[in-house]
């Protein structure tokens, strides 16, 4: 069975769970599982892709799309719900 990186940060949000599957070789992707019942798909959980980790590399991407690996992030600069990174304009950012 395949296991979240030990060095990945985040801790899941309240009825989240993360689920790890092999992408490519060397290359996992890490999705975001909701638990919680949704009517338009009949009740079955709902997931999201986080991001990717190349484990020979050592590094976590951020997606593109669930298929296609986008640019490297900081794993220090990304959040529980996922690895793309922020794009705000300076007022924006004043406020966080």
């Known amino acids: 069975m395949i296991e979240l ?13 993360y689920e790890v599957e092999e992408f490519k070789r060397n290359v996992i992707s890490i999705w975001l ?3 919680r019942k949704y009517d338009y ?6 997931r ?3 991001g990717f980790y190349n ?3 050592r590094e976590y ?13 900081d794993v220090n600069d ?17 406020f966080l």
């Open 41 to 46: 798909n009949n009740g079955k959980p709902v």
């Open 61 to 73: 991407y951020s997606p593109v799309n669930s298929k296609t690996v986008g640019k490297v992030v």
């Open 5 to 17: 990186p030990v060095d990945f940060p985040h801790k899941p949000p309240e009825n989240y769970t």
């Open 78 to 94: 990304t959040r529980s719900y996922t690895s793309m990174p922020l794009n705000l304009n300076p007022l924006m950012s004043a």
């Open 48 to 50: 999201t892709i986080w």
């Open 55 to 57: 484990s020979k590399k």
């Open 33 to 35: 599982r909701d638990h």
